[in-house]
Structures are given as structure tokens and as C-alpha cells.
């Protein structure tokens, strides 16, 4: 499989280079992101939700989170169409329960070994809680890239997540221990490889995403920012966070049916994540926490207003592909099982 | 009234030029792409609630996949607001506070603070009074035994004394919902405490600066105050939930096993509140009056203290209110209610025993 995957790979740097070359001769096209949200809106929407959910006892918060992400996703723009979240409070409620039942229920089997004072039990019960920790992050992560896609839609057309739950269990696993035995070096190829599985799967009608991004690199990221940031005493880690998101974000690439493809190009620099981060936590500091969702909207505007999709992108070839996503396929278990982090 | 705008009708992202006319049970839209045109008729009820629009107004219809139109019009949506008042697709009550502008905002932003504030100075503490409240008597006196014996560890117990306080404490009417164990220990300190769930330790020292029985009969009526409304139980549940807000808000849940720990340690450092005290002092008195005893003793108790050398009296005055203050209020209480005393020659007995 590993072989497959690494043919897989080469093939797509080889047809990207191509593509480059072709595109170059054409004019390059450049469809924009943007973000039109502005902060004292989404604080006046956070500040609802947050009275909300303090006089349900926190029972609204599913519908606080839902109404938060429909406001973002409003805000975010592609080609000047925003995007429209489908997630309603009450999907959510059911995913929130179905995650914090299993950490319920995992915790509660610990406490037992715990409680029970006896030797044996507790590291049976110990193994069961690390070992039940592992299986659940698969089956949160692939139930929340279905969850969040499907219920995404731009023009109409929804997103979707084609990936296997099997899939995402090999390549977690595999990726997992392989990182515990080289002592976290494979750690950087294990993050690429989940986000090929995670963003590969990814369907936005009849186009398709593409992770382009290779394990070493991101290995070469973290190698120069950890040295880097020590001997610039922490200030390199600003450049360090955005080689991060150019390595996350400039490796996604849509293919669309016709063969053309388009690539994310952030251009965040290292001085904005500066500008951003000291902002940001003065914010914070100075509003005693309330002023988190002016946070929000300060990451979401440098972000997208620096984000360009590059190459042939036709915003108007996109056709319909994704089932509608309140139809039985949509009502197993692991669907919709989103712990709510992200 | 028609406006322009874009039709996206579900199957395609092409968004296809349209006119849409606002009629009175919904919107007609005629679109026409590349010669092949149409209308749509959208009824109102099917229309999805649209939320936070801007310049552009973004409007969806029917079931999965959702037809939609866009208009970057600001008159569209006033004219939508005209035509379809009260609609649900129309109703929100987030736009609602959008539209109160920053005044309001900032003032719900406010609000909030004050909440928040409110909730850490008077709801916590609240909270944390009634679950010590209901904590149930036969786990807290399991609790005080555990610290009892712990902390007697540390001292060398007076036998002969502890069961002279005893008696001197069975002869007292005490009226309390615990069963007392008192303990004396030698230690020079000016000091006594009480223990949740019906325990009481007392030093040499203090006994050794009283004259009168009565003095010893009003500072059990303080200590015992302490157990029979629960005040080091409640002082530690307003600590510990703080701990427990400060963990949630930080994320740190170690944090509370450790103050467990740290409370019960340091159970005896614990800083009351004044009011604690001062009620303690009351029931003091109280107790005082209840025995019929010279109500003086709690006066002279105090006294006594106070006069004692500063280093002395330091571990039992630290964490008590002003003595002069304590004074004051408790002779105010006195001349309320002056009553007459008798003597009590069964503890006067136990009380020559307790001083020999």
C-alpha cells in the first residue's frame, strides 16, 4: 500500500510540475478568498451564545457553536460567494453527547480500576482507557470530516468525504506506532499522511482536493523552527507558525473534472502572525478573555484575505455530487460524532 | 418590484443571471443562462431563515440540494423586510442584536462582566455554603476522625486532662447535633481549634492563662460553634470551588486533588471570615447564658487573650477578628440581656482537675 501511495505521490509532483509549466504560459488565474466578518458582530453574536449557554447550564451550547460557524461561514468568501453551514444546534447536540459519552465511559472505566484498589485491575483498566483513547481519535476525526463537509455548501454545491473509517484506522495506527518507535521523528510524515487521508477524501461537487505536501519537508519545518526559535530567543516561532500554515495550506490542490487544477496560495508573512499573536493575546489580556471572538475574526480576516486559489478554477463547472446528507447513510454511529474542538 | 441578482439552482455552482419579483405569497425568479431560461417559484414557507447578511442578501429554498439566489441590493433586503414582515425565514433573534448597535452591544457586553463578577463573588461562595450544607453528617465526622488522629500525632495528648475537658464537656449543656471528643495537648501555644464533625483540640497554654471555669465554658461554646454550622467544612468547600473554577477556567484538574490535600493539612491555618468568628463569639455567649454561668467569662476569656504576650496569643488571634472589636460587640450582647448566674460546683470540679 505504502509502495501504491509513494507512486501515487511522485505522479502528482510530476503532473503538477507539468500543470506549472502549462499554466505559466497561459495567464495564471487567481480566484480570491476573502473574510467580510467583522469583529464587533461576532463578538455581539458571541456574547448571545455565551448567556445562552450560562443560563441552559451549558445545554445550549451545541446551538451556540452552530450558530457561531454559520456566522463564520457566511463571512468566508470564495470569488465573492460566501459559504452557507447546514450544521443545525441540534446535529451537533447528538454529535457533542456521542463524544462526551465515550469519554464518559472510558473515564468511568478507569475510575473503576481506580476505585477497586487492586493492582491487576487498575493496569487492565489503565490499558483499556489509553487503548480505547487511540481507537476513539479515528473514528472523531472521520466523523467530523463528514460531519463538517456535508454540511458545507458554496453555490449550492456541497462538499463531501468520501474516506473510509477502515482507512482512517490504518493510517492512524500505523502512522502512531511508527512515530512512538522512531521516537517522533515519523511524526512529521504521520501529519502528512493523516491529512493526505483526511483532505484526499475531500469532495466539493465534481472537483476534488489533493494534499501535495511531503513528510520531509514538514520534518525540515520543524527542524529549523525548534533550532531557530532557541536562538532567536522564541521570535523565529512566528515565521516558524507561518511556514506551518503555508506547509498546511499552499499543498491543497482542487482538480476539477476537465483535468485543470488550482492551488491554495496563502501569503501570510511571518511579521503579519507577529502583528497577529501580539494582538491577539493584548486582547485577550485587556478584556479580561471576553474579547476572544475579536481574536477570531483577526485570524479568520489575515487568513482569508491572504488565501488565493491559483491556476484554472472554474467557479461555475462545479456540479452537484454529494447525496443529501439527511438520508439514512448519514445515521450510523460514527456520523456526526464530532467532539466539537475544532 | 423586481431586483437582479444570481440563481444557483441546486445541481450547478453556475450562477445564472435573474430577475426576482417579490409576491405576496412568495418569490418568482426568472433566470436565463446561455439561451435556456426559466422561473422558479419559491413559496414562503419554504424559504430557509437568512441570518447575517450584509451588502449581498443570500436566500435558500426547499429540500436538499437547496436552490439559492444572491442579491447584492441593500434594497432588497428592506424590501423584503417590507413586504414579508414577521415571515419566519425573516425572524432572527441574533440579527435582532446585531441591530442594536454598538451602545447595546456594549452594554450586553457589560452585563455579562457584571454577571460573571457576581457569579465568582456571591454565586460561588453561595453554591459552595449548600453542598457543605448537605454534606452528609456521618462522612464528615469519618473525615474529622481521619484529622483528629492525624493531627494528634504531632502532640503529646494530656490524659488526665483530656478526660477532665471530657466530663467538664458531658456536664455542659450544649445542645449540638455531634458527639463531642476533646483532646488537651501540651504545648505552650495559646491555641485551640475544632474539627469538623464534632472534634476539639485544645492547648495547655490556653488553659494555663485562664482564671475561671467560665472562660473554658465560653471558648467550647466558640469552637463548638464552629462545628455545629459547619464552618471550616464550608470555608474548605469556597476554597476548593474556587480551585475547581480556576481549574475549569485554566484547564488544570490536578490541581484540585492537590488542594484536597492542602486543605486538610492546613485545616487548622484555615482563615475564617470574621463574620464566622464573630458568630462563634454569639453562640459562645450563648452557651454561656443556656448553663446559666457568669456571662462575663467570654468577655474575660477575650481579655486574657489580649493581654497575653503578642508571640503568644499570634496562632490564636492570626485568624480571628480584632479582639477589641470582639470585645466591644460581645458587651454589647451582654447589657441586650442581662440575666442572673449561678455557680456550678460540678464543673468548677472538673475545671480544678483541668488546672491542677
Known amino acids: 500500500m505504502h509502495g501504491l501511495c509513494y507512486f501515487f505521490q511522485s505522479f502528482l509532483t510530476y503532473f503538477q510540475a507539468f500543470m506549472t509549466t502549462t499554466l505559466l504560459e497561459k ?14 458582530e461576532y463578538f455581539a453574536i458571541e456574547i448571545v451564545n455565551l448567556l445562552l449557554t450560562v443560563f441552559t447550564l451549558g445545554l445550549y451550547y451545541p446551538w451556540a457553536k452552530a450558530k457561531s460557524m454559520q456566522y463564520l461561514y ?23 453527547i456521542k463524544g462526551v459519552g465515550a469519554f464518559i465511559l472510558l473515564y468511568a472505566v478507569l475510575m473503576y480500576g481506580v476505585i477497586s484498589e487492586d493492582l491487576s485491575t487498575l493496569l487492565i483498566t489503565y490499558a483499556v482507557f489509553i487503548l480505547g483513547f487511540l481507537a476513539l481519535i479515528p473514528v472523531a476525526l472521520h466523523g467530523m470530516m463528514r460531519y463538517r463537509t456535508s454540511r458545507t455548501s458554496w453555490r449550492g454545491i456541497h ?46 461537487g465534481n472537483a476534488s482536493l489533493r494534499y501535495v505536501g511531503d513528510g520531509g519537508d514538514l520534518f525540515l519545518i520543524h527542524l529549523k ?104 447513510t448519514y445515521e450510523s454511529m460514527t456520523d456526526m460524532m464530532d467532539i466539537g474542538v475544532i | ?51 447575517f447578511n450584509d451588502a449581498t442578501t443570500l436566500l435558500r429554498f426547499g429540500k436538499f440540494p437547496q436552490q439559492s439566489i444572491s442579491v447584492v441590493d441593500k434594497g432588497f433586503k428592506e424590501a423584503l423586510q417590507q ?13 435582532s442584536v446585531l441591530n442594536l448597535g454598538f451602545s447595546g452591544i456594549a452594554l450586553m457586553a457589560l452585563g455579562l462582566l457584571g454577571l460573571l463578577v457576581a457569579f465568582v463573588i456571591w454565586g460561588v461562595p453561595a453554591l459552595a455554603d449548600r453542598v457543605a450544607m448537605h454534606f452528609p453528617q456521618s462522612y464528615e465526622r469519618t473525615l474529622g476522625e481521619q484529622l483528629y488522629t492525624k493531627m494528634l500525632q ?64 465560653a471558648l ?53 471570615s470574621r463574620s464566622l468568628e464573630l458568630e462563634a463569639d454569639r453562640e459562645g455567649l450563648e452557651l454561656l447564658r443556656r448553663n446559666e454561668l457568669n456571662q462575663q467569662g467570654i468577655v474575660l476569656l477575650m481579655e486574657r487573650l489580649h493581654m497575653g504576650s503578642e508571640y503568644e496569643m499570634l496562632a490564636f488571634v492570626s485568624t480571628h477578628p480584632n479582639t477589641g472589636d470582639r470585645i466591644k460587640v460581645l458587651n454589647e450582647l451582654i447589657g441586650e440581656r442581662n440575666q442572673p448566674y449561678k455557680k456550678n460546683p460540678e464543673l468548677q470540679r472538673h475545671w480544678e482537675k483541668l488546672t491542677r
Open chain 1, 159 to 204: 462538499l463531501g468525504y468520501r474516506g473510509e473509517l477502515s482507512d482512517m484506522y490504518s493510517t492512524y495506527l500505523i502512522g502512531f506506532f511508527l512515530t512512538i518507535l522512531t521516537f517522533g521523528i515519523y511524526g512529521s510524515w504521520f501529519v502528512v499522511k493523516l491529512r493526505k487521508q483526511m483532505i484526499d477524501n475531500v469532495r466539493f
Open chain 2, 154 to 217: 504531632g502532640y503529646q495528648v494530656n490524659e488526665e486532662k483530656t478526660a477532665a475537658l471530657n466530663d467538664y464537656l458531658h456536664a455542659l449543656d450544649t445542645d449540638l447535633d455531634y458527639p463531642i471528643t476533646a483532646a488537651v495537648v501540651s504545648s505552650e501555644e495559646v491555641n485551640a481549634f475544632a474539627i469538623p464533625g464534632g472534634y476539639v483540640v485544645v492547648y495547655e497554654g490556653i488553659l494555663d492563662k485562664m482564671e475561671h471555669h467560665e472562660e473554658l465554658a
Open chain 1, 74 to 96: 457566511r463571512k468566508t468568501e470564495l470569488a465573492g460567494t460566501p459559504f452557507v453551514f447546514h450544521g443545525t444546534g441540534k446535529e451537533m447536540f447528538i454529535g457533542f
Open chain 1, 27 to 40: 495567464e495564471k488565474q487567481t480566484t480570491h478568498f476573502s473574510f467580510t466578518g467583522r469583529g464587533s
Open chain 2, 83 to 95: 413586504q414579508y414582515r414577521g415571515a419566519a425565514f425573516l425572524k432572527s433573534g441574533y440579527n
Open chain 1, 225 to 328: 523552527g525548534y533550532f531557530l526559535s532557541i536562538f532567536t530567543l522564541g521570535i523565529y516561532l512566528f515565521w516558524y507558525t507561518k511556514n506551518l500554515l503555508h506547509f498546511y495550506v499552499n499543498n491543497i490542490v482542487v482538480l476539477q473534472e476537465d483535468g485543470s487544477y488550482s492551488r491554495l496560495q496563502c501569503d501570510v508573512s511571518g511579521w503579519d502572525v507577529l502583528k497577529l499573536t501580539v494582538g491577539n493575546i493584548l486582547i485577550v489580556v485587556f478584556t479580561l478573555g471576553l474579547g476572544i471572538p475579536l481574536t477570531t475574526t483577526r485570524t479568520m480576516s489575515l487568513i482569508m484575505n491572504n488565501t488565493v486559489m491559483r491556476g484554472d478554477f472554474d467557479a461555475d463547472a462545479l456540479v452537484q455530487t454529494e447525496e443529501a446528507y439527511d438520508s439514512a
Open chain 2, 220 to 272: 467550647m461554646g466558640h469552637e463548638l460553634a464552629h462545628i455545629q454550622n459547619r464552618h471550616s467544612l464550608r470555608a474548605m468547600a469556597r476554597s476548593l470551588s474556587y480551585y475547581m473554577l480556576a481549574s475549569v477556567l485554566f484547564g488544570d484538574v490536578s490541581g484540585v486533588a492537590a488542594v484536597l490535600v492542602d486543605n486538610a493539612s492546613a485545616l487548622r491555618n484555615l482563615e475564617y
Open chain 2, 1 to 51: 418590484m423586481t431586483f437582479e441578482g444570481k440563481y444557483y439552482n441546486g445541481q450547478s455552482s453556475k450562477g445564472m443571471p435573474a430577475h426576482i419579483a417579490l409576491l405576496p405569497d412568495g418569490l418568482r425568479i426568472d433566470y436565463c443562462a446561455d439561451e435556456a431560461c426559466g422561473s422558479v417559484h419559491w413559496e414562503l414557507a419554504g424559504i430557509h431563515q437568512s441570518e
